[in-house]
């Protein structure tokens, strides 16, 4: 299991990073950083209105002020809407600027101040890279018809791009479960049930093992 680190779900916990459809947009990093007014916010999967004024800086600096470690995961080109069929999920064809996107906030959170994005992170007063280990591709690409397109294409697309680019960067896949899609990757188990069924898993996470593939218990809710 991991030591001290804090989950973002690059604002996930307030307003699910998906977005619910091709017309009901993913959050977007690059629209969150910068002066508060200038932020044009998004409406929310659950309805109501985000403005983004905790963008993706004050997430880093939420982490520096816990002392936490973050794992960043990213939008991997699904929506909510997935259950339709066909799903709503960006066909491989298509993919290239989203993964491009990633390495973007990446370089952005991590590059130096001289590079094209590092040099935005400084203009906005933070000219030293945030510490950045895990990367998640995606959230609950389990959900409705996820899986096809996660293990087929998506989910391969970002873990290459990130590897090569960022070789000390971590991947994580975001199955939900124990499993995981790539031989060593790290997984994010949720769970969302009633407490019996919470109680009942009594002694469940002692038993895992997880030597191949290291497993955050990122969402367990009743």
Known sequence: MFPSLFELHTSNGLATSEGESFSHQQWKWNETIGPLTKRPGRLGDWGYQNTDGIGLIEYFQWCDDLEVEPILAVWAGL???????????????ELGPYVQDVLNELEFITGPADSTYGAIRASLGYPEPW????????????????????TGYRYAAFQTAINEKF?????????????????????????????DLMAGQFGYFDNRVTAEHPTLIGEYVS
């Open 79 to 93: 929506y909510l809407n997935n259950y339709q069929t066909p799903a709503d999920v960006i066909p491989e064809s």
């Open 131 to 150: 510490k950045l280990t895990w990367v998640e591709i995606g959230n609950e690409d389990h959900i409705g018809d996820g899986p096809t397109s996660y």
């Open 167 to 195: 070789p000390n960067l971590r991947v994580m896949s975001s199955t939900g479960d124990f499993t995981a899609v790539s031989p060593g990757s790290a997984t994010d188990f949720h769970e969302y049930a009633r407490p």
